[in-house]
C-alpha cells in the first residue's frame, strides 16, 4: 500500500499529475483543487494516496491532507459512488465542506458535484452523516504535506517514526468540536453546530466558533 508519494512534477494533465520517484514516474489523479495547488513541472510535490486495486487496473489518487484521503475513503464506500464520484464530491466542497454538508445534513450540496444525482446525493448523507464527527476531530491541518528535507526521501509505503516531521496541528473545527464534546454536547449535535458556525462565518478561531456554536445549541424561546 503506498501511502504517500513524493518527487519531481514532469507534468499535469486534466485529471491527474505525473511524479517522478527516483527514476519512475506515479501517475495520481486528483482533483482540480489540488492540481492548481500544485508546483510547475521540475518542482517537487508531494501527497498522501490511496492505491485502488482491480482485477484490471491500478490507480494512485492523491491527497494535500490524511483528512481529504479519509473522505474519500468513505465516500467510496457508499453504494452506487465510485472514485470519478468521490473525487467529483471533493473537488466540488474540499474536505472541509464535505464534513459541513454531512453534520447539516445538506445533501442539496453534495449534489452541487458533476455527475451527483439527488438519490446519490441523499444516500451519501445518509450513510455517512454519522461519520462526519470522527473525520471533524481528525484535525489534520488543511494545508499541504511538507517536503521531506532531500529529494532521497520520496516514497512511504508505511508509517515512519515521527521524530523528523512535526506533530499535525488541530484545526479550530476539531478543537471546537472537542471542547464541545467536553461540556456534555453529542458528537453529532456538536459537529452540526461546529459545521453551521463556521459555514456562516469563515474567519472564527476556536474561541468564536465554540461561542457562535454554542448559542446554536442553547434552546430556543
Sequence with gaps: MIGRIAGQ???????????????VGYVVYC????????????????????????????????????VEKE???????????????????LGALGADGVSRA?????????KAAKGIGPKTAQRVVN?????????????VSAT?????????????????????APAPVASAQ??????????GYGPGEAAGAVAQAAGEDGSLDTAGLIRAALKLLAPKG
Design 31 to 66: 482533483t482540480d483543487r489540488v492540481l492548481a495547488s500544485l508546483g510547475r513541472a521540475g518542482e517537487f510535490a508531494a501527497l498522501y494516496t490511496d492505491l485502488l486495486v482491480r482485477e484490471d487496473l491500478l490507480q494512485l489518487f492523491g491527497f494535500p491532507t490524511l
Design 127 to 139: 450513510e455517512l452523516k454519522d461519520k462526519a464527527p470522527m473525520v471533524m476531530a481528525m484535525g
Design 71 to 89: 473522505w474519500f475513503r468513505l465516500l467510496m464506500s457508499v453504494q452506487g459512488v465510485g472514485a470519478k464520484a468521490s473525487l467529483a464530491i
Design 102 to 110: 454531512l453534520a447539516l445534513g445538506d445533501w442539496n450540496a453534495i
Design 174 to 183: 476539531a478543537e471546537a468540536l472537542s471542547a464541545l464534546g467536553n461540556l
Design 144 to 164: 499541504s504535506v511538507p517536503l521531506s528535507d532531500t529529494p532521497d526521501d520520496v516514497i512511504e509505503t508505511v508509517p515512519r517514526a515521527p521524530a523528523a
Design 9 to 23: 512534477i514532469v507534468y499535469r494533465g486534466d485529471d491527474h499529475v505525473l511524479i517522478d520517484v527516483r527514476g
